[in-house]
């Protein structure tokens, strides 16, 4: 990798300032791997140097990843007396990872701000230490996908070849998509900073709208498309638009305790608004334009058969049961079409949502002579869980299962409180199947970092003659978590937005304790 820039800084009388700065850069990744293996040793005692000792061969693998990255980019930023502030940009970004004639892409960006506390008639009024109105608009690519996926990619395999022998060539395993292109969003902010009281409160909104182009998902084929992985497509748009509140305070009591107080709150709407196929499909989700991308989608679980009656008397307008493979104890699934056998063209639906209606979070600080205490919070309200394990791991026979599969399951006839349908090894009702009965509110408030520290007086320190300060702490990370979510941690990442707020039971945030000594010589 490398980069080059050139700077021009001027300034001129009245006020005026400018800074100018063009250059360009260049990235590199380069992979190559090759891997031997052979098995069954006479001896260990040479270790890798003995390779040739083994009895057993194995089949060499190599591979080689690289990818390539250059940009051309200009910046020009202008100010005129700290009041009237411009900066604007353009960057040319070229990538490997994209098709032919689709591999450039230019990003402009504006941002003005106007610091309307300089001005004679808000100064007079001497209620704001600062206001700023900001503008900016920007658009940005996104490169986050492996390399060659532009590309048909070819992988080792076996034919069967004279009657039942398999003789070992290659096939491709992914299909070439030459027009994958950038995904690109093109932002419009609108915000206003605010302090009061002396610099003691401070507030910062944001309104913002992000239009996204040409979305890059892996998308996933039918399996009778014989390539055993998906490709990336360029799948259709999506819309954001969204505000953001952030506000901070901070005063003293007395000579000894200060405290400070921090709350920042956001909230987005998505819109899907355009696509290249009628909907997209994720492992639980569906798509379509006009809603939001990636809510769950199955049947709606809507109890559990007592006897055999109920399951007879479960018919739609004609008389035809909804549920003929049913037993007692099986879950009963809503019937949304008019009429037949529960199916999925007919009956399934929109059954919840991961995205949330509201993120937040809020900090306190303390300070009284040399304790002092900080506290971090951060939480979600309103979105939904897809709880994978409550199926995978339920099933009877398995070695590891949730205790609750077992507790609460259904064992008679009048079992209201059973959450869990019948234990059993022939599913016929296939209870397990994609619905309601995995999504839970994955609304959740966790302390996230809290850290307590005592200052040595530093009286003390100067007679040490060694440091010039000393500071004990100890701090915690991921201290509690307050959630009705009966998976083992709410706060998922995502790797796929078609896949968001599913937990397919990854290893939870670890809590971590520390004690540690800052120390100034």
């Known amino acids: 990798s490398g980069e080059a820039f050139l700077t021009y800084t001027n300034s001129w009388k009245g006020g005026h300032r400018l800074k100018v700065l063009a250059g360009s850069t260049l990235e590199t990744y380069n992979n190559n791997t090759v891997r031997t293996e052979t098995q069954n040793f006479p001896s260990l005692n040479l270790g890798v140097n003995g390779l040739g000792m083994g009895v057993t061969p194995q089949i060499p693998t190599s591979s080689i990843v690289e990818w390539n990255m250059v940009s051309f980019l200009a910046r020009a930023e202008y ?87 398999l003789s070992y060539g290659a096939s491709i395993d992914r299909p070439a998509n030459p027009s994958l292109r950038w995904e690109t969003t093109d932002m419009v902010n609108l915000g206003l900073d605010m302090s009061f009281f ?73 819109e899907v608004t355009k696509l290249t196929s009628e909907y997209l499909s994720g492992n639980t989700s569906r798509t379509y334009v006009g809603g939001p991308i990636g809510r769950f989608w199955g049947y709606k679980q809507i109890g559990i058969f007592q006897n055999q009656e109920e399951i007879d008397n479960y018919v739609d307008k004609n008389g035809t049961k909804i549920q003929p493979n049913a037993q007692p104890g099986d879950f009963k699934f809503a019937k949304l079409g008019e009429s037949g056998e529960l199916n999925d063209d007919d009956d399934r639906t929109f059954i919840g949502d991961p995205n949330p209606d509201l993120i937040y979070g809020f900090n306190l600080g303390f300070s009284y002579k040399n304790f002092d205490v900080s506290m971090a919070f951060q939480g979600t309200i309103g979105n939904d869980i897809w709880n994978v394990a409550k199926g ?114 990854r290893y939870p945030s670890s809590r971590t304790f520390t004690f540690g000594v800052n120390l100034q010589f």
């Not at 002396?198 to 390539?227: C, E, H, Q, R, W």
């Not at 791991?393 to 008679?412: C, E, F, H, I, V």
């Not at 307050?482 to 941690?489: A, F, R």
Request: positive net charge.
């Open 79 to 165: 100010n005129y007396k700290e009041r009237y502030l411009l900066t604007a940009s353009y960057r040319a970004d070229g990538s490997s990872r994209f098709g032919a004639g689709n591999k450039w892409a230019g990003f402009p960006s504006v941002g003005l701000a106007w610091r309307i506390n300089e001005e004679s008639f808000v100064k007079d009024l001497g209620v704001f230490y600062n206001l700023k109105l900001r503008f900016g608009y920007g658009r940005s690519g996104n490169t986050a996908i492996p390399s060659y996926r532009s590309l048909s990619t070819i992988a080792s395999s076996f034919y069967p070849m004279y009657g039942s022998d």
């Open 198 to 270: 002396k610099n003691s409160l401070d507030v910062s909104m944001d309104f913002y709208v992000k239009k996204t182009s040409d979305m890059l998902l892996n998308m996933p084929i039918p399996s009778f498309g014989a390539f055993p992985n998906s490709p990336f497509f360029n799948a259709g748009d999506l819309k954001n638009t969204g505000f953001e509140i952030v506000v901070n305070y901070r005063n003293q009591i007395g000579k000894d305790f200060n405290y400070n107080v921090g709350l920042n709150m956001s909230t987005y709407k998505t």
């Open 392 to 505: 995978s791991l339920a099933s009877a026979g398995r070695q590891n299962a949730l205790a609750d599969a077992y507790t609460k399951a259904w064992t008679k006839d009048g079992d209201l409180d059973a959450v869990y349908p019948r234990i059993t090894n022939s599913d016929s009702n296939n209870n397990m199947r994609g619905s309601s009965f995995y999504v839970e509110n994955g609304s959740y408030l966790r302390l996230q970092n809290m850290q307590i520290g005592y200052t040595l007086p530093s009286h003390i320190c100067q007679k040490s003659k060694l440091f010039s300060s000393c500071r004990f702490y100890v701090s915690g990370q991921n201290i509690f978590t307050l959630t009705g979510y009966s998976g083992l941690d709410p706060e998922l990442g995502i790797n796929n937005p078609l896949d968001m707020g599913v937990d397919t039971t």
